[in-house]
């Protein structure tokens, strides 16, 4: 443990690009998947078949080959990426695979009669969407969403691959140095603090999504409105 603290700060930069680097993911895939899910949704053959293709296609590569194959093919195209752009952009376009159809199952999981009823009081399509069919899609979607979010997160470290200096990265260099110098292998404290990391991180965001299901939830929010209209009803 003490190798851990000599190398706390070496630890907090590598924690610091992980944190980047999910954050940079979360946004691009949750962008990409509700443009795309929503874009499954409509009743044009065209689009479906263009999202199905583009799902199948990076749901069906493991995600490791897809790291690589960003990193190493795309500047044989003219786009010469860093190993950051290039972890980020392998990671968002998989994540953004997976949250399409998450997205796309829960708006189809609307009922149909909530979007005829959109059409008999001719509201517009947006309002109608924004106010209507949203909210019950998102009851479904966000709990699929969170356990995409997490498992992202524990993708990042595959970004070390390509030479991100995240934290799983720092980790092994913090190892080999100390095996070089010591001649002893500290893997178990050394990766027993990173396993620790990434699990209070994953903690934290699989609370934060779960406050949202909660906001979502009808019968939660019944309760909360019961709850106000009660301590009303006594302060009166």
């Not at 990409?32 to 799902?55: D, N, Q, S």
């Not at 691959?161 to 720092?170: K, S, W």
């Not at 990391?197 to 965001?205: G, I, K, R």
Request: charged share 15%; with cysteine.
């Amino acid at each position: 443990m003490s190798l851990v603290l000599d190398n706390i700060v070496f630890f907090a930069l590598g924690l610091s690009y992980t944190l980047e680097l999910a954050v940079v993911t979360l946004i691009c895939s949750t962008a990409i998947g509700v443009a795309l899910g929503t874009l499954a949704t409509v009743e044009h053959p065209l689009p479906k078949r263009l999202v199905r293709g583009y799902v199948n296609v990076l749901r069906g590569i493991p995600l490791i080959v897809n790291v690589l194959f960003v990193y190493f093919v795309a500047p044989m195209f003219g786009v010469s990426l860093n190993s950051f752009a290039a972890a980020s952009v392998s990671l968002s376009l998989w994540g953004g695979a997976n949250c399409a159809e998450i997205v796309r199952g829960g708006l189809l999981a609307v009922p149909r009669g909530q979007r005829e009823a959109i059409r008999a009081l001719a509201l517009p399509r947006s309002a109608g969407f924004r106010k209507v069919i949203l909210p019950q899609a998102l009851r479904p979607i966000i709990p699929a969403l969170a356990g995409m979010f997490t498992l992202l997160v524990q993708s990042t470290a595959l970004a070390s691959l390509v030479g991100v200096p995240e934290l799983f990265r720092d980790a092994g260099i913090v190892v080999e140095r100390a095996v070089i110098e010591q001649g002893s292998s500290p893997a178990f404290p050394v990766y027993g603090a990173v396993l620790l990391t990434y699990f209070v991180v994953c903690s934290l965001l699989t609370r934060m999504t779960r406050g949202l299901e909660r906001h979502y939830d009808p019968h939660h929010r019944g309760l909360r409105v019961q709850a106000g209209a009660d301590s009303a009803q006594q302060g009166a």
